[in-house]
Nanobody
Framework: QVQLVESGGGLVQPGGSLRLSCAASGTIFRFHAMDWYRQAPGKQREFVARITSGGFTNYADSVKDRFTISRDNAKNTVYLQMTSLKPEDTAVYYC????????WGQGAQVTVSS
């Protein structure tokens, strides 16, 4: 059974930074692309970023040039470095495997507020 555990969320002021982590177990991590998603209160879950098994990345327009996705295959972990955070980035952030989704983890709450 694949398990995904997100961490690193918190409260940050506008313009601040956070780094989220997603640790995966129960799968051969290095073979999979990995996605980050987010869900704001009252809204549908939306795509944020993807990193392929080969390290290629793409981003939602709303986070491009502010967020960076990366991975450490030795640690079975994918990261999301978030900078220049805005109040509209407030959401619960989740990771998952595109095309072969695992059960959703508990997510990491990110709150951007002064």
């Amino acid at each position: 059974q694949v398990q995904l555990v997100e961490s690193g969320g918190g409260l940050v002021q506008p313009g601040g930074s956070l780094r989220l982590s997603c640790a995966a177990s129960g799968t051969i991590f290095r073979f999979h692309a990995m996605d980050w998603y987010r869900q704001a209160p009252g809204k549908q879950r939306e795509f944020v970023a993807r990193i392929t098994s080969g390290g290629f990345t793409n981003y939602a327009d709303s986070v491009k040039d502010r967020f960076t996705i990366s991975r450490d295959n030795a640690k079975n972990t994918v990261y999301l470095q978030m900078t220049s955070l805005k109040p509209e980035d407030t959401a619960v952030y989740y990771c998952n495997i595109p095309g072969a989704p695992a059960p959703w983890g508990q997510g990491a709450q990110v709150t951007v507020s002064s």
